[in-house]
């Protein structure tokens, strides 16, 4: 329903067959389509739920009660929203349709809530990411190309990586600098390359109302090990991945839902002849990866295809505004 | 789908296309079927909105800061995501679901986020519920019966009002004392009476984000003047309302959406007889209803016939557990 065939709102009398139309009705003086659009559809399927299933006062003050701790528990360096999103798959198949890729691109993951804004810069490659003494020295030598296969060179990449006990730099009340955390320059040739240490899987956060939900739901808190990167590059669509290794015990079951088969990796062994060149010990471990990155064009394409099959497929009449839909009211 | 016909859970190389039914494989271990049913239910919703959508990561991490800035705001004495789900009529069709009426009692309203549990108990009629100077003395004269009429003696009853500047004592910060509240119990032919003050229009609590919200909407902040009641009596269904002043300029445009005709009252005249018998001045305002409250069965006969008719529309097979409704996997 467009604002031109609506009424004037009713917003006395409001029952369960009447009140999702008229709150929309209410809402539609917001002068921004797009956030019109989400108001919109936000208020529907909340009433929805709560007309399917019959949702109690009870339940719903619970419900409260639940997001009200999860937004308490929230601090600088703790999004228990973004961890609550990320165990819902919300986070995922946001990330994949704000991100479609082509066959020939890398594919995206989730973000998780660890990543922080004050990595250490590493102006040249070969620097030391992790120094946790307990961790086992892990070389990462990658690329970063296009999707057909050139060498993109200076891309922004932002790695990081949890200590050896299976805990990122954040989680520490007693942090003073950051670790297992850089941003980095991709090289000629594409080419970067740092001293890491191998992942390990970890437990998300559980002591709060998130862990209390996954209790509840009988679900464990693991994610199988990984090593997360971020790249940016202009005229490339910003691309946040990670990689898996083969073989972990939660593979199969990442409580975040992170794993795609084309980011699982066996972790290679570092050759006599790369430890001369990379200055790290001979038989260490060795993780390598050629990423691919999209084209801001070619995204752009994806996007409005597939939004233009969603919409068609709810049968309604759409357009592109700043790549995203709105109604087309014309 | 039910537990058995699904298969084991996919969780590598989820898409926007397959995650959905994938989540809900992985919290299918839940042994609580009403939980179950709920989360399935709340993750579908959720996806289905970002897919129809095309939930952008930009939009969605703004939606994150902002659930995030309402909890934070929330006190013990403030409720932001009370304050949420009323703005989006949300409360309103909790209550209307968990409460329905037969058109013989009294309708039910939002609850609000201002009630509160500290609230002096009042051991006879007749005693000051508001002690601002500054307020119209109002008489509050009312009585509570079954849906035939029978008078109802006994029943607890909470009331609450602002003060003469639109605001529940909850909401000063130097608050030593509640005021503008009590709990009442009804006397003899179901009589329950009490001094007040005339209710203000006042603006929802605008400082923080759902205020915010209202003001991105283009939305006013105003709640017509109303009179709260609660009332809980055993073998009785625990009725929720308010009652609103006719000719407020709020009546047709509640920012919370809680007004019904059936509430909407006129103010009479303290009459000389009735000054003499309630200690009143003759000539001041007076406030008079009769609440009918349904019982227990009643409703529970109404409820699931609501939630029947519910299920049927969406053409599953579904089964009652506690009066509530859970998929039928028989």
Redesign the interface.
Known sequence: MTDETRGA?H??????DN??E??NI??S????PR?K???E???Q????????????????MMT?KF??????I?TDVR?E??LL?DV????????????PKPATGTEGTVLGPFHSHDAPHHTENGGTVSHDPDGEPMLVLCTVRDTEGKPIQDAKIDVWETDSKGFYDVQYANRETPDGRAVLRSGKDGVFWFKAIVPVPYPIPSDGPVGGLLK????HYYRPSHFHFMFEKPGYDHLITALYLRGDPY????AV?G???SL?VDLGTVSSEQAGEYGVQEGSRLLSYDFALVTEEETRQL?EE??KA??EK?GMRMRLLDG??VPDVD
């Open positions: 709102p917003v006395k009398n409001l029952t369960a009140i999702t008229n709150v209410i809402n003086k917001c002068p921004n956030s659009y989400l108001l559809k936000a208020v399927h909340l009433h929805d739920f709560a007309r399917e299933t019959r949702l109690s006062t009870e339940e719903w409260i997001l009200t701790e999860v937004g308490k929230c999004q929203f973004i999103s819902l798959g919300l986070s995922l198949l946001v990330d994949s349709i704000d991100h509840h739901l009988r679900r593979e199969g079951s990442d839902f794993v795609k088969e699982v996007k597939k939004a969603a919409w709810q995203l839909p």
